[in-house]
């Protein structure tokens, strides 16, 4: 079990708390870069990111199932009545 | 079957609704129904209710078509609707959850020193979606899916902003977790 440390005058809780807002690019620039710089110095936080971020690209490639078709006639149905 | 015509924004769509006219009710249903259905499995809380949650969203559509005030897209009202309906048929079935950030990111791995492999592969990463709960599924099908903004997310589920971005981050470290750990069994 490694330590958490400080990087960057970042504590690896705080960046471990702003990962996906980061990710998401939704941190303010200041913050964002504050947070690459411990990102850069830490090993176990950037490692985190990489697979985080390959746990969102993987989601997104989920295939989007059509919906089956006898439900969909039973719907068009159903709000007919 | 009636080809729909993108041209058609859904605001107008809801208007002729409002006002009554069958055929642009059909249209937001062929529209919209894939991606309503799509919630619903991931947010129900029970297997086999996606498809009387589906109907009573599109019913709850056409009873509140008068009332929708949007520019934009329909989506995240048909959803919000879809939520209300499973809050309805499933009453405190939303959890909070406890668990410490630190303590699901342990659980992906963070800070252990070792470098487990995600498994990427189709087949896992359906089941490690499927094996979340509800409301991690939920969130990760309107912010990564459906690709709702956190605004938008937030009126689906009625919770706050604050409330959607740490939902999100902690589905996404709960998903994580499971793809090591489905990587690992196998
Ligand atoms: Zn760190």
Same mark, same amino acid.
């Given at each position: ?8 005058? *970042?504590?690896? #809780? &705080? ?21 690459? &710089? ?7 936080? %950037? ?16 295939? &989007? ?5 006898? =439900? ?10 | ?9 859904? $605001? ?16 937001? =249903? ?8 799509? !919630? ?10 996606? =498809? $009387?949650?589906?109907? &009573?969203?599109? *019913? ?45 990111? %342990? ?5 252990? #020193?070792?470098? #487990? ?11 490690? !979606? ?19 903004? =956190? ?20 589905? %996404? ?14």
């Amino acid at each position: 079990m490694q330590d958490e440390q400080i990087v960057a005058g *970042l504590h690896c #809780g &705080e960046v471990l708390a702003d990962l996906s807002e980061h990710l998401d690019g939704r941190l303010s620039l200041d913050r964002a870069e504050r947070i690459d &710089e411990h990102l850069a110095g830490c090993a176990e936080c %950037r490692r985190l990111l990489d697979e985080v971020t390959a746990a969102v690209r993987v989601v997104r490639q989920l295939p &989007e199932e059509p919906l089956p078709p006898e =439900v969909e006639e039973l719907l068009i149905e159903s709000l007919h009545d | 079957m009636i080809a729909d015509d993108a041209r058609v924004s859904d $605001e107008t769509l809801i208007g002729r609704i409002a006002a009554g006219d069958p055929s642009a009710f059909d249209r937001l =249903v062929r529209r919209h129904q894939a991606a309503v259905y799509r !919630f619903a499995r991931a947010a129900a809380p029970v297997d086999g209710d996606a =498809v $009387e949650i589906l109907r &009573e969203t599109f *019913l709850a559509a056409r009873r509140a078509a008068s009332r929708h005030r949007d520019e934009t897209s329909a989506r995240p009202w048909l959803l919000s609707l879809a939520r209300q309906t499973i809050d309805r048929r499933h009453p405190g079935s939303r959890e909070t959850d406890l668990t410490s950030l630190r303590e699901l990111a %342990r659980a992906a791995g963070w800070q252990s #020193g070792e470098d #487990g492999a995600v498994d990427e592969s189709g087949p896992a990463v359906e089941a490690a !979606f499927a094996a979340l709960p509800p409301e991690d599924r939920e969130i990760l099908t309107l912010c990564d899916r459906e690709y709702l903004t =956190v605004d938008e997310a937030a009126r689906v589920t009625g919770l706050p902003d604050a409330a959607v971005r740490t939902r999100l981050h902690r589905a %996404r470290l709960r998903l994580l977790a499971r793809l090591k750990e489905g990587a690992g069994a196998g």
